[in-house]
T-cell receptor, first 112, second 109 residues
Framework: EPEVTQTPSHQVTQMGQEVILRCVPI?????FYWYRQILGQKVEFLVS????????KSEIFDDQFSVERPDGSNFTLKIRSTKLEDSAMYFC??????????FGDGTRLSIL | AQRVTQPEKLLSVFKGAPVELKCNYS??????LFWYVQYSRQRLQLLLR??SRESIKGFTADLNKGETSFHLKKPFAQEEDSAMYYC???????????FGGGTRLMVKP
């Protein structure tokens, strides 16, 4: 069964540095998402992406965040200048219309 | 605004006992409700969606619009059911899932 894949599984970064989290959605999917889960808290929506543009974003997704689908297969989340509070699990998901979202294993981001 | 509440952070039962994981939601429109499960060290996996009205691994969930609930039930819990369970709501605009806080189910032998 096809899966959403995310790399790296764990990323450790110094505060203030830029970080890029990578996702390869399922190949025929058209809708892409990023979620995050701070330790001990609920899974929170960050952003959705369709037809090469953001379709919705939460208030968490401020100017420090950006998403891109650079080559038709990868879907990336960039955090420009990381803060301690960005430490979390970041999940990528993808779907086609009217189907449930499929999630990747997540990337654990640790900001030092 | 949409909201999903799972009142129990931890539910511990013995093998063979019935299980009910509670989920309540608030949303003004017609939402779609899901249960996702996360086994130890694995990804979030879809367990049920309300429009399918099917039973997966012995679990069922009925959408009660009057009570705005979507509780997950299983008549006889198994040890392999031990996992984190998340209730989630899709506002049918296809743009985002809103998750509850999750309930950790522990099934003891």
């Amino acid at each position: 069964e096809p899966e959403v894949t995310q790399t790296p599984s764990h990323q450790v970064t110094q505060m203030g540095q830029e970080v890029i989290l990578r996702c390869v959605p399922i190949s025929n999917h058209l809708y892409f998402y990023w979620y995050r889960q701070i330790l001990g808290q609920k899974v929170e929506f960050l952003v959705s992406f369709y037809n090469n543009e953001i379709s919705e974003k939460s208030e968490i997704f401020d100017d420090q965040f950006s998403v891109e689908r650079p080559d038709g297969s990868n879907f990336t989340l960039k955090i420009r200048s990381t803060k301690l509070e960005d430490s979390a699990m970041y999940f990528c998901a993808s779907t086609i219309l009217n189907q449930p979202q499929h999630f990747g294993d997540g990337t654990r981001l640790s900001i030092l | 605004a949409q909201r999903v509440t799972q009142p129990e952070k931890l539910l511990s039962v013995f093998k063979g006992a019935p299980v009910e994981l509670k989920c309540n939601y608030s949303y003004s429109g017609s939402p779609e409700l899901f249960w996702y499960v996360q086994y130890s060290r694995q990804r979030l996996q879809l367990l049920l969606r309300h429009i399918s009205r099917e039973s997966i691994k012995g679990f069922t969930a009925d959408l009660n619009k009057g009570e705005t609930s979507f509780h997950l039930k299983k008549p006889f819990a198994q040890e392999e059911d031990s996992a984190m369970y998340y209730c989630a709501l899709d506002n049918n605009a296809g743009n985002m899932l809103t998750f509850g806080g999750g309930t950790r189910l522990m099934v003891k032998p």
